[in-house]
């Protein structure tokens, strides 16, 4: 059975500050997504990671990809308070079968960013 | 462009009343489509998601039922609630092919409390 974990659960950060999020999964895995939900709110897609070694950025986060120590990491740089939300990572195990998306999901990381 | 709708957005019901929350999409076709549902303060948990028209897979036993009458269209339903089935319920695509098929793609959410 595959299981995600993500750290720290809950993130309190002052604005200017850089950190870490990180996501660990049990066995192995074609992709990893990570996700943006804020407070009431759907899930918004942020990055998806296919292959070993993927590094995508997008504004102040960065994400990347290690397959063989089953880590991604989501990186946060200067923050700012409009980053505040809850982060999540997915996962696709790789016997989920190339017609579906059988998604296995952290249980998110509260990220709040203090002025 | 691809787009995706769920109605209602906000639903309260009681104990033993029946359910019936639906999904569309539009912009595409022979879409995978997916229930999830968000209990308050956790992760996401994959409910049900479907290949094709009739085509239904239950990932967890449950009081719920899902319907694909229509290839955009995905419903979720019960017979009777119960307290447990509140929570925040997403609908999710993706393509079958090319890069449409590397991201799952949320709608708003239905909220549903039942008492």
């Known amino acids: 059975e595959l299981k995600v974990e993500q750290n720290p659960l809950f993130l309190s950060m002052q604005e200017g500050k850089n950190y870490t999020i990180y996501c660990n999964y049990s066995t192995t895995s074609d992709r990893l997504y990570w996700y943006r939900q804020d407070p009431g709110k759907s899930l918004e897609s942020l990055f998806v990671?296919?292959?070993?070694?993927a590094v995508k950025q997008e504004g102040r986060l960065m994400a990347s990809l290690d397959t063989k120590a089953r880590l991604s990491t989501l990186h946060i740089t200067a923050a700012v308070h409009d980053l505040s939300a809850t982060y999540f990572c997915?996962?696709?195990?790789?016997?989920?079968?190339?017609?579906?998306?059988?998604?296995?999901f952290g249980k998110g990381t509260l990220l709040t960013v203090n002025p | 462009s691809q787009t995706i709708h769920q109605w209602p957005a906000t639903l309260v019901q009681p104990v033993g009343s029946p359910l019936s929350l639906e999904c569309t999409v539009e912009g595409t076709s022979n879409p995978n489509l997916y229930w999830y549902r968000q209990a308050a303060g956790r992760g996401l948990q994959l409910l049900f998601y479907s290949v094709g028209i009739g085509q239904i897979s239950s990932e967890v036993p449950q009081n719920l039922s899902a319907s694909r009458p229509q290839d955009r269209q995905f419903i979720l339903s019960s017979k009777k609630l119960l307290l447990s089935d509140s929570g925040f319920y997403l609908c999710?695509?993706?393509?079958?092919?090319?890069?449409?098929?590397?991201?799952?793609?949320f709608g708003a959410g239905s909220r549903l409390t039942v008492l």
């Open positions: 990671l296919l292959s070993n070694g």
């Open positions: 999710a695509w993706n393509g079958r092919k090319g890069s449409g098929a590397n991201v799952l793609t």
């Open positions: 997915a996962v696709r195990g790789i016997n989920s079968g190339g017609s579906n998306y059988k998604l296995t």
